[in-house]
Structure formats: structure tokens, C-alpha cells
């Protein structure tokens, strides 16, 4: 005679367990913050070829500690890439925001960016140079940085471009270079210290303001770098046969 299988029941949850998981999970997060800051500021006193053992020292913790909340030294790194990623959008978000003369604008940006990496240069020496890294990461904060800028400028010059009905098919590329040249020269600065933060935030300023410039009078308008972008420009037609 067979056997009469009855229904299991479904072991009904009292939302006790997933509370439980949840306050864990956010103590984790928490916990991993904290040790993040930790290695911000061990890379500021001991420079960007700081060890696990100075960011463990500087935490309070021990190294296996510091490895329960991150799964190696690459993954540390990263968390940290993004730290400084966070830190630097959040300067400079606010200057893609602000109104003024283009001149102003493109000084705000630049000197906002150049700031942040005075403020922390050997954060960015550690994760520019990612000797930290104990194996290849997939995910490279610099790319990572350089893109969210320059996809912000490109949003922003498209919306210029287009309201002065010129084409802004190239923004992006023209933004990703203009990105990747104030990276560089900040790269170069940090290392030279050959003149003023502000002196380099000038001569920059310049170059970006002359590219655009050229722009706009490859597309027949000049404008007055000095004039609001908030309201539009006085603009004046450049002739065909004007050199």
C-alpha cells in the first residue's frame, strides 16, 4: 500500500531573520566606509606606497580585520578610487551648475579640479599610478573619473552649442580631450610645483577658452568670453570675406 504524501508546509517567515541580515549588511557597509577613510588618511601621512599595515594601524584593526570587509588589496583600492571620484564630483559638480561668463566657468572648473588634487596629492598618486593594485582591476577609477566629467561638460557645451544653433556632434570627443589634457597637466603640475595653482588654472583657462572660440568662429559667431552664458550673447555674425 502506497504512502499518502502530504503538502509541506511553508515554514512561514517572521521577518526577523531578513531584519537581521539587513542590520548586518549595513553594519558591513558601515564598517568598510570607516576603513576606507582610514586608508585616505594613511595615504596622506605615509604616501601613495602605503601598506595594508599602515592602513590597518591607522583603522585600529589588524590586516586580517581589514581583509574580512574587502577581498584583497586591489578591492581596497578601488573603494578608495571611488572615494576620490565621489570627492571630486561633489567640488565640482556645483561649478557646472553656477552661472557666469564662459572665461568664468571654464576658470571654476579647472581651478575646482586642480584644488582637489592639491589638497590630496598623494590620494591621487596612489590611484593614478595603482601600485597598490596586487592584481589587474577591471574597473580603473581615472577612467572612471574622466568619463563623469567629461560627460557632464558634454552635456553642457551641447546645450550651449545648440542654442547657438551650431552643430555639437563633436562635443563629446571635444570634451574627452579637453578632460584628458587638464588630467595631464595636472599630473605634470603635481610633480613640479613649477608655478601657482592659480597661474596654471590661467594658462588653462586660456587654451579652453581659445579652442572654443575657434569653434564658434569656424561656425561664423564671436562672443565676449566675459558675457553671461545665462542670457544669450550679444552675437555677431563674422562676414565671409572678413579674414
Known amino acids: 500500500m502506497s504512502q499518502i504524501s502530504r503538502p509541506v508546509k511553508a515554514k512561514q517567515s517572521t521577518g526577523h531573520g531578513d531584519a537581521r541580515r539587513e ?30 599595515d599602515d592602513i590597518a594601524a591607522e583603522a585600529g584593526v589588524s590586516k586580517p580585520v581589514l581583509y574580512r570587509h574587502f577581498s584583497d ?12 571620484t565621489n570627492l571630486l564630483m ?32 598623494e590620494l591621487y598618486r596612489f590611484v593614478v599610478r595603482r601600485n597598490f593594485a596586487d592584481r589587474p582591476v577591471q574597473t580603473d577609477p581615472v577612467t572612471t573619473e574622466k568619463t563623469v566629467i567629461a560627460n557632464s561638460l558634454s552635456r ?26 587638464v588630467q595631464a597637466s595636472g599630473d605634470w603640475w603635481l610633480d613640479r610645483h613649477s608655478m601657482s595653482r592659480d597661474d596654471l ?25 566675459d558675457e553671461p552664458l545665462e542670457i544669450v550673447p550679444h552675437l555677431r555674425v563674422v562676414e565671409d570675406d572678413v579674414d
Open 90 to 121: 561633489e567640488r565640482i559638480s556645483p561649478t557646472l551648475r553656477q552661472e557666469g561668463s564662459a572665461r568664468e566657468r571654464i576658470r571654476r572648473i579647472i581651478g575646482t579640479y586642480l584644488g582637489v588634487i592639491e589638497e590630496y596629492p
Open 23 to 52: 542590520r548586518w549588511r549595513g553594519h558591513r557597509q558601515a564598517r568598510r566606509a570607516e576603513f576606507v577613510e582610514a586608508a585616505v588618511r594613511a595615504i596622506g601621512s605615509c604616501g601613495a606606497e602605503v601598506g595594508m
Open 156 to 181: 553642457l557645451l551641447g546645450e550651449y552649442m545648440r542654442s547657438l544653433e551650431l552643430d555639437s556632434g563633436g562635443v563629446e570627443a571635444w570634451s574627452h580631450g579637453l578632460v584628458g589634457m
Open 73 to 84: 588589496k586591489s578591492d581596497l583600492y578601488l573603494a578608495v578610487g571611488e572615494w576620490g
Open 201 to 225: 588654472t590661467e594658462y588653462l583657462t586660456k587654451i579652453i577658452w581659445f579652442a572654443i572660440d575657434g569653434v564658434l568662429r569656424a561656425g561664423g559667431i564671436v562672443i565676449d568670453p
